[in-house]
């Protein structure tokens, strides 16, 4: 359910009707727009006495959402959520280009990738130090020394940092060193993950699971925005079907689809959803041309030593040319690419 907010209604009016509802043991999220405040309501089992709300002073209406993904609908929000990551900013318009090696592997890899794109205008470097991978004998990716050299990385060349957390445990660390905390395909309906993710101060890319639906993913976003972190970026990665060529089938109709069902900015990964350098570019520039709101590509200063994605991952002459030709389409689609 949805209290929505007279334009003109002030902070004490909002904190009133937020207790009235906590009196009926029932959780409040205000959701701050442009023009007024709207306060989602959860945890109830049954139909609510919406009546008695309208009554409240500030209250200019109560309205029942009908999807089952109550705060990240549209109905609940249907302004876009724009997420800000300092002067880059997710949703509203811009296309965020992300981009870096699958694992960190040493500070001299990260800083020969990381001066690549900083040449090519990027702005978010993107590196796993805890890796979720498939055999356990494959790399697991440095820990906490892999934080340490994206800390460096983000001191010596201005860039932001995405990294991933695999797991509750060391959430708060991997959070304490990025500035966007990446949650993977195959923690996507991790509840606990999602639910310590929603308690944690910095923005969530969270990535589609590779069988997940597309109302299961908004599902796993609810998850996090019920536990009080606003700024989730949805990602599409690809999944699993027939058709796909390589590791998965990248669902362009997700980017669309989801702008109709969420506020939440949703970017694309052309590299785990194609599998395949070769055809990343093509993907890129389809999902920049869908209407993402960013890209996640995967490079890597010398592909074939990477010890992890070397397959899907860009050399750094392949990116800058990519680069430029999403440089030329961004504006055709309305979109700023930063
Ligand atoms: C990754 O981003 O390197 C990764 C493991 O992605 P996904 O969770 O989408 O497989
Ligand atoms: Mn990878």
Known sequence: MLIVMHKDANDEMVARVREEVAKLGLETHPLTGT??????????????????????????????????????????KPESTVVEVGEVAFGGG????MAGPCSVESRDQCFAIAETLAKAGVKVFRGGAYKPRTSPYSFQGLGEEGLEILSQVR??????????????????LVASHTDIVQLGSRNMQNFSLLKKAGSCSKPVLLKRGMAATI?????????????????????????????????????????????????????????HGTGNKANVPALARAALAAGADGLLIEVHDHPERALSDGYQSLAPADFEVLAEE?????????????
């Open 35 to 76: 023009t007024r405040v709207v306060i989602g309501v959860t945890g109830n089992r049954d139909r609510i006495d919406a009546d008695r709300l309208k009554t409240l002073k500030g209250v200019r209406d109560v309205v029942h959402i009908t999807e089952p993904f109550k705060l990240a609908s549209r109905e609940a």
């Open 94 to 97: 811009s296309a965020v280009l």
């Open 155 to 172: 001191e010596e060349f201005g860039l932001k940092i995405v990294t991933e957390a695999v797991d509750v445990e060391t959430l708060d």
């Open 215 to 271: 109302e299961e993913f908004l599902m796993a976003a609810e998850y996090v925005l019920m536990s009080g972190n606003p700024n989730v970026i949805l990602c599409e990665r690809g999944i699993r079907a027939p058709g796909g060529q390589g590791r998965g089938l990248m669902d362009l109709a997700a980017i669309p689809v989801i702008q109709r069902m969420s506020h939440l900015p949703i970017v694309a990964d052309p590299s």
């Open 326 to 338: 999403l440089r030329m389409i961004a504006p055709v689609v309305n979109r700023k690419l930063i």
